[in-house]
């Protein structure tokens, strides 16, 4: 869909269901790959992280339905890690 309002252009992005699930795939897979080198269990990141259980972590990195790493969980988890944010991302 574009829109012109004043000679600015307006237009929005589409996302296939398969991109988006690559997206996501990548980001648990780095997450994953940097809690394990740290040597961190997922119920050691969740208490650091602030949760009481693993539900969000197993559940992000099993990719369970709905269950996403937010930006504020994804700079909580770099933050235990010792990583810059942008490493969940390449």
Same mark, same amino acid.
């Given at each position: 869909? &574009?829109?012109? #309002?004043?000679?600015?252009?307006?237009?929005s992005i589409?996302?296939?269901?398969a991109?988006?699930k690559?997206?996501?795939?990548?980001l648990? &897979?780095n997450?994953?790959? =940097?809690?394990?080198?740290?040597?961190l269990?997922? @119920?050691e @990141?969740?208490y =650091?992280?602030g949760f009481?259980? &693993?539900? =969000?972590?197993s559940g992000?990195?099993?990719?369970?339905?709905?269950?996403? #790493?937010?930006?504020?969980? =994804?700079y909580k988890?770099?933050?235990? @890690?010792?990583v810059?944010?942008?490493? #969940? #991302?390449?």
């Amino acid at each position: 869909m &574009t829109k012109n #309002f004043d000679a600015i252009v307006f237009s929005s992005i589409e996302c296939s269901d398969a991109e988006m699930k690559s997206y996501y795939q990548k980001l648990i &897979t780095n997450s994953k790959k =940097l809690r394990q080198e740290k040597g961190l269990s997922q @119920l050691e @990141l969740s208490y =650091l992280i602030g949760f009481k259980s &693993t539900s =969000l972590i197993s559940g992000a990195e099993a990719g369970y339905g709905k269950v996403k #790493f937010s930006i504020e969980h =994804l700079y909580k988890i770099a933050k235990v @890690l010792q990583v810059e944010v942008k490493e #969940f #991302f390449e």
